[in-house]
RNA sequence: GGCCCCAUCGUCUAGCGGUCUAGGACAUCACCCUCUCACGGUGAAGACACGGGUUCGAACCCCGUUGGGGCUGCCA
């Protein structure tokens, strides 16, 4: 039975390059059946949040990544942590260290050390624990490590380049590796896939396995996400929030289309598929070498295909909460209906949720805005012309888009102005907009009374 | 600096020794459709980093170079 476990920190909000790895391991446990695990990573007492593990819960439920247990807080289990580190010790496979970091850094210097790290001053020394003593991994000396990568294939490094690492702080609390490993032997993981960033370290984490005596599961380390500087995404310096896309209006189904397709193509290079059929078909082992710039403009165009193929229904009701963000959105079943009137015209012109606010303000704002430049520029030098349009609109006895249809196309033979020319200044102003929803169906949402209003308010303000 | 990973259009990718004058998608541009804007349709431009091997044959295999990235903490 497989079991993975997602292990994010909690150190700031939940980015696209995390779910991208909770989602490959949710697939990779789903289409066999397997469990997934979700557990914080919260060792760091000073780093972590608590309104950081409600952030990432959030942001994952509502991608749809569900978790079958947990989620563990690391923290929870120090005392199991300490007790298996002091195995090692035991066993002579740790040793206490008293080194301050400016003295290895010193002693590296003097000796011309081409390594940088921990140098193994304190191997032999056997100190006794201190409250100024670490507890470290004893590497072996000479020798290899080997991971065995579904990804990379086999990671072979030198044991001599693995430096003696903190299993325990001073203050014994434990470090990422060692809760790591024990976690992870606890919880039966049998498959760890996480970010490329991990690789250097799993050397270590193989080496503990072995010390402990158990087998280590299979690892999957998958590229990083990076931004337009090719650089690793990072919660500080990009803005990649999960939660933020959700406020832009990406739908969760998008989202999770387009990140599965960082690093990863089914077999016929098809692009829109379902969470479903993605599950089915993922394979880690098909997961690319190289690291994939985010793209948030393909991932909008995902988006606007999601939103199209949305129902009327569904598509007004994941509208209404951006409405209700705005000033001037009533609410109430009569726009309702109206809405839902305009929603197929709507949904094919946006690939956000939140776009369409400005493309139904002019049906449903009280009030219209209408930029002067451009009220110079499209409005004023029409004025007769406007003006004949709000009588033509008043003898019209239905109000709806066919009418108004027939009535500018006939104005527009008569008039022998083309409808593309004729619909400009009078599309500005009543909606305040050069461009927008058709016309003829915005205006018969919005009513014959307000349109007829704003025509006139324009003419009137076209002779100040 | 050391260790490790990586390398096909601007971007995401297909390709897993001959079917490649390298295919698709986003973005860009042009045209068509059209009441504006979109959607949709058609088309254009655009890549195997470089150098050596191996082979009858290399985008695909090997080595090197260059370039990029990650790690190098009593962070994860």
New binding site residues.
Partial sequence: MIRVRF???P?GYFHVGGARTALYNWMLAKQSGGKFVLRI????A???KEEWVDGICNAMSWLGITWDEGPIR?SSRTKRHIEMALSLLEKGDAYY?????ED?EERNKASER?????DGYCRDRKLEKSP???L?YKVPADGSTTVH?L????????NE???D??L????E?????L??VVDDIDMEISHVLR???????T?KAVLLFNSFGKEAPLFA?V??L?N?????L?KRRDRVAVEDFKDKGFLPEAMIN?LA?????P?????FMTLDEMTAEFAIE??????????E??????N??YI?ALSDSDFVGLLLPFLEKTTWWQGGDGNTAKLLALAP?TK????LLGQATD?LLPVFAPEITIDEALFEKEVAPHASLISQVATLCANLDQFD?PSI?AM??DLSATSEI???K???PI?VATTG??????????WEQTGKATVIDRLLASVQDASK
């Fill in positions: 292990a994010p920190s150190t990573e919260d060792t760091d000073e780093r972590n690391q260290c008293d080194c301050r970091r290895v081409t390594k940088q790290g921990y100024t003593t670490v470290r990568d990804v990379r294939g086999e990671v072979v490094v030198a380049n693995i430096d690492f903190v325990l702080k001073a203050n609390s434990p470090l990422f590796v809760a790591n970010a490329e960033e991990h690789l250097p370290n050397p380390h590229p990083v990076v337009e500087k090719r650089q690793k990072s387009y397709l960082l690093g990863w193509s077999k016929d290079n098809r692009e098909d997961v690319g070498h190289s690291p994939s710039f985010f793209d403009k393909k991932m909008e165009h995902f606007g295909v199209r015209i094919e012109r946006v690939s493309l888009a249809e500018l196309r083309p409808l593309r004729l619909q400009s599309r907009a050069k461009a927008g929803l058709p016309l003829f169906e915005l």
